[in-house]
């Protein structure tokens, strides 16, 4: 684990002085794969400061079915609302692979909070950042199953891409299955919607290197060509 944090995590935002301090906060811990951290509907409150790894953020619909909403990674704060509102767990968080962190209780964080204002702000602007992204996919919602799933690979390397000789591969292990929920589809729909990406030449999937993406112009262009063009 490095001192270099990814520029869009939490603490990658925040002055040296202030992250030093962030770091200070709760207990390290260390989950190893497949773990579920947080679970939907309890009613604990602790948050958990990512230092290395990935968590997957989880959350089940009226239909019983469970859909990935967001992938957080190093440098990322993951459930503080809870810590914060102190109501029941609103989404699941499962890891990626192995992950060490620090394990903050709800009063620490809010105490911590109160104190510092620039953590408070950056909060409310990843906050702001990822429900603005989840309003463009909900005005996307009538775009082919394909384009919509380019446009959320294309989010998610922008945030957590790794280049790769062959392409660009997300760093870290998600189906196409998962990929495909965020953009709100149920797995029938997500295998035709990568089997259209595989058919164009945008994507190339395997169950052991997952989603590899060889040109990301091409994706680009993909999901650009996709979308509706207004008249004049």
């Not at 270099?4 to 962030?22: A, C, I, N, Y």
């Not at 409150?45 to 957080?72: E, H, I, M, Q």
């Not at 909060?123 to 005005?139: S, Y």
């Amino acid at each position: 684990m490095g001192d270099t944090w990814p520029s869009r995590s939490l603490l990658g935002r925040l002055t040296e002085g202030t992250r030093r301090l962030v770091l200070t906060l709760g207990t390290p811990v260390t989950y190893p794969a497949n773990h579920l951290v947080i679970r939907e509907g309890d009613d604990d409150g602790f948050a958990v400061l990512v230092l290395d790894g990935a968590v997957k953020v989880l959350a089940t619909d009226t239909a019983g079915d469970t859909g990935l909403l967001s992938l957080k990674a190093r440098g990322d704060l993951v459930g503080e609302m809870a810590a914060l509102d102190g109501k029941p767990r609103s989404a699941s968080v499962v890891t990626c692979g192995p992950v060490d962190g620090r394990r903050i209780p709800p009063e620490d964080l809010t105490r911590f909070l109160t104190r510092h204002d620039e953590v408070l702000v950056e909060l409310v602007r990843i906050g702001n950042e990822h429900l603005r992204w989840a309003n463009d996919l909900r005005r996307e919602m009538s775009l082919p199953a394909a384009a919509r799933v380019a446009r959320v690979l294309l989010h998610l390397v922008d945030l957590h891409g790794l280049h790769t000789p062959r392409g660009w591969a997300l760093g870290y292990p998600l189906t196409k299955i998962e990929l495909a929920s965020i953009a709100g589809m149920k797995p029938r729909t997500a295998e035709k919607a990568f089997s259209e990406l595989r058919t164009a030449g945008v994507v190339e999937t395997s169950p052991r290197r997952g989603v590899l993406i060889p040109d990301l112009q091409h994706l680009h262009d993909f999901a650009d060509d996709s979308m509706p063009t207004s008249r004049p």
